[in-house]
């Protein structure tokens, strides 16, 4: 059964403390996504790879870090430096780096921080 | 940086009627996406546009893509309940490899 996976759907961490989001897919794309949404708003773009071993920051990557060290996987860790990490987190893969193709998004992980 | 506004925020409409969402890009865009989000779930892929002026249609739903490349809309004729949720634009410019969400239409269809 191919698709993304995150884990876990919900996560309750205390505040000052990090905390890895994981993002596995089995759909062979070269290219993954992490976005950050907040309530009656949009996707925000926290980090993308297009390949592994690579990846850039987007629009929102401070407090926030990455790895591509496998196709399949690509974590976020939420550190302590993120002023405000309460939110719902989606990854999503895509099959081609380049210009087009849709994205698929995996069920997200509502972080909360106490 | 590149920017995509959508509006409106918020669409009320009675079942039975029309509803439709704009998206402005401030750049040029190479193509746009438009996705679906139910509530509590995450976004699905509707369709992309491509070509200037185009036009696509998926049953009910209507897709446009402006002749300048920056802008689209989704109409959605005869709103049923199945159709609730938050639709987003995703718009991608030259710079292959990511796209610009817009903040998105939430619409509610009262039976």
Same mark, same amino acid.
């Given at each position: 059964?191919?698709? #993304?996976?995150?884990?876990p ?16 897919q089995?759909?062979n ?6 976005y950050?949404?907040? @309530?009656?708003?949009? +996707?925000? +773009? #926290?980090?993308?790879?297009? #390949? ?7 629009? #929102? /990557?401070?407090?926030?870090s ?8 690509? @974590? ?8 405000? @990490?309460? /939110?719902?987190?989606?990854?999503a ?13 995996? @069920?997200?992980?509502? +972080?909360?921080?106490? | ?9 918020y ?9 439709? $969402?704009?998206?402005?890009?401030? $750049?040029t ?10 509530? !509590? !779930? ?10 200037? !002026? ?11 893509? !402006? ?18 949720? $938050? ?12 796209s610009?969400f817009?903040?998105? $239409? ?6």
């Open positions: 059964d191919g698709g #993304i996976t995150q884990s759907k919900y996560l309750f961490r205390k505040e000052g403390q990090n905390v890895t989001l994981s993002c596995e089995n759909l794309h070269d290219a993954m996504y992490w950050r949404q907040d @309530p009656g708003q949009g +996707l925000r +773009l #926290i980090y993308y790879s297009q #390949i592994v071993n690579d990846f850039q920051k987007g629009d #929102i /990557a401070e407090g926030y990455v790895s591509r060290e496998k196709k399949e996987s690509f @974590p976020l860790t939420v550190t302590s430096a993120q002023k405000n @990490p309460t /939110a719902f987190y989606l990854c893969s895509r099959q081609d780096r380049g210009v087009g193709n849709e994205q698929f998004f995996g @069920p997200g992980t509502r +972080l909360t921080v106490l | 940086g590149q920017q995509v506004m959508q509006i409106p925020q669409q009320h409409v009675q079942e039975g009627e029309d509803f439709t $969402t704009y998206c402005n890009s401030s $750049t865009l190479s193509n746009i996406q438009w996705y679906k989000q139910r509530p !509590g !779930g995450h976004p699905v892929f509707l369709i992309q546009l491509v070509k200037s !002026g185009e036009v696509k249609k998926q049953k009910r739903l209507t897709f446009q893509f !402006g002749e300048a490349k920056k802008n689209s809309s989704l109409h959605i004729t005869a709103t049923q309940t199945t159709d609730v949720g $938050t639709y987003f634009c995703a718009g991608e410019g030259t710079n292959a490899g990511k610009t817009g903040d998105g $239409t939430t619409l509610t269809v009262k039976p």
